[in-house]
């Protein structure tokens, strides 16, 4: 018999508590139903009552409940063409789910009004899936997955330079002139090309620099090249991993007074501000693109771009507009716009 892929009903869940309570196994179950065993499995998982010793298992009338309540929630955008339109459009603008929501919210907009749970499970069922709506979220994942830690690469770090050194402020966000920084590498075939990426920490304002290969010398020197022109608090640190390509990272301390701190093996969330942002370039920047022949200008412009989406960390203004205002304290000046041509 197939597996079916309708929704569960009332009597099938009657039928499980039944057969769960008779120490039946999910695969019998699933067999009987016509389910996947998978159905069966999250059925369970997700309608699993556990309150206290007294009131712990599967109960068919409750599942149905919950069930029922799942769907009217992803079914709201369903029932809301116009908020549904919104939300379309704003991720085709490259806007994420906590941007979309926060920017509702904040503005009221619309009189809907959908948190971004509510959008990725639109994103996620049958009206996004048949748009492909996947393919314009960040990440363009076709199913919400957990993130895996990336193979070590082996440099050597003086213990001063470790992030367990590194001032608890920076790790609470609490100053602007902290930067994390990456390299985003592409296919071998299109030659040794690659970018390196630049996040400051509080206002995740990011700078873009392409490299001709991975030779640390050149990466450095492109780093200082382009926070020379910030003000000194605003080029504090940058904490970086641990590949080769920042073994040079001395000279950063030499020519700027730079500070350079470094995650531990195997440890990317250490500097998710840029792991994130990393991620979403990849949306516009895929591992098959010929890097080489992109040119500076389009990846100012999409460093511009990204500059100027509202962040929900930022209180939904922009990273452009909060670091230049914050430069312009520090120089006792107007913030102007200009940021993105740094």
């Not at 490259?94 to 749970?117: D, F, M, N, V």
């Not at 902290?178 to 970018?195: M, P």
């Not at 771009?305 to 230049?324: M, Q």
């Amino acid at each position: 018999m197939g597996s079916r892929y309708d929704h569960i009903t009332l009597q099938e869940r009657h039928q499980i508590a039944r057969w769960r309570d008779a120490k039946v196994s999910v695969r019998v179950i699933s067999e009987r139903l016509g389910r996947h065993p998978s159905t069966i499995h999250r059925e369970i998982r997700r309608n699993w009552f556990d309150d206290g010793p007294w009131l712990r298992g599967y109960f068919a009338v409750a599942a149905n409940e919950r069930a029922s309540t799942r769907r009217r929630r992803v079914g709201k955008l369903h029932r809301d063409p116009e908020l549904a339109r919104f939300v379309t459009e704003r991720l085709q603008e490259t806007w994420s789910p906590e941007q979309i929501a926060g920017h509702l919210k904040s503005t009221r907009q619309l009189q809907a009004y959908a948190c971004h749970e509510t959008i990725y499970r639109y994103v996620y069922g049958p009206d996004g899936r048949a748009a492909e709506l996947y393919k314009l979220l960040p990440r363009m994942r076709r199913r919400r997955r957990a993130r895996y830690a990336r193979r070590p690469r082996g440099l050597h770090i003086p213990p001063h330079n470790t992030i367990a050194q590194r001032p608890a402020h920076i790790g609470e966000r609490q100053s602007y002139g902290h930067w994390e920084c990456d390299l985003i590498a592409f296919r071998k075939e299109y030659g040794r090309h690659n970018i390196t990426t630049l996040v400051e920490r509080r206002s995740r304002y990011l700078i873009m620099i392409k490299n001709p290969s991975r030779s640390s010398t050149g990466i450095m020197a492109g780093l200082a090249e382009r926070l020379e022109p910030f003000p000194p608090p605003m080029r504090q640190s940058i904490t970086f991993d641990r590949g080769t390509e920042f073994a040079f990272f001395a000279t950063l301390k030499r020519s700027l007074e730079i500070d350079s701190y470094f995650c531990k093996p195997q440890a990317p969330w250490q500097k998710g501000t840029v792991e994130n942002t990393n991620g979403r370039l990849r949306r516009f920047l895929p591992s098959d693109t010929d890097i080489a022949l992109v040119p500076p200008e389009k990846l100012l412009e999409l460093s511009t771009r990204l500059n100027r989406i509202p962040r929900k960390c930022l209180g939904y203004r922009t990273p452009e507009d909060v670091l230049a205002e914050q430069i312009a304290v520090t120089a006792g000046t107007r913030a102007t716009n200009g940021l993105c041509a740094v």
